[in-house]
């Protein structure tokens, strides 16, 4: 079945930056477009951030276009999310997610916080 497994987070003071990891399996990974979402606390779950299949098309949520850059790397079945000058209201747990399926990872926490 499905599995995704994110890392990467941490706390980190604004105008930071991180990198996330999201490591799948149970699906072939190059066919299908990968997702980051991220939950803060006491908000519903939005979506940052989509790669498709091609590797080259990429969509943004207006608050993070310009700070943030999914890429993804298919010989590992890994999708990255590069975020740069980050500011405390991007402090979430952060979820990678695969096309349609249903699956979600654990989660990898990002705090930004002075």
């Known amino acids: 079945q499905v599995q995704l497994v994110e890392s990467g987070g941490g706390l980190v003071q604004p105008g930071g930056s991180l990198i996330l990891s999201c490591a799948a399996s149970g699906f072939t990974f190059s066919r299908y477009g990968m997702s980051w979402y991220r939950q803060a606390p006491g908000k519903e779950r939005e979506l940052v951030a989509t790669?498709?299949?091609?590797?080259?098309?990429?969509n943004y949520a207006d608050s993070v276009r310009g700070r943030f850059t999914i890429s993804r790397d298919n010989a590992k079945n890994t999708v990255y999310l590069q975020m740069y000058s980050l500011k405390p209201e991007d402090t979430a747990v952060y979820y990678c997610k695969a096309g349609t399926f249903p699956a979600w990872g654990q989660g990898t926490k990002v705090t930004v916080s002075s």
């Open positions: 790669i498709f299949s091609d590797g080259k098309t990429t």
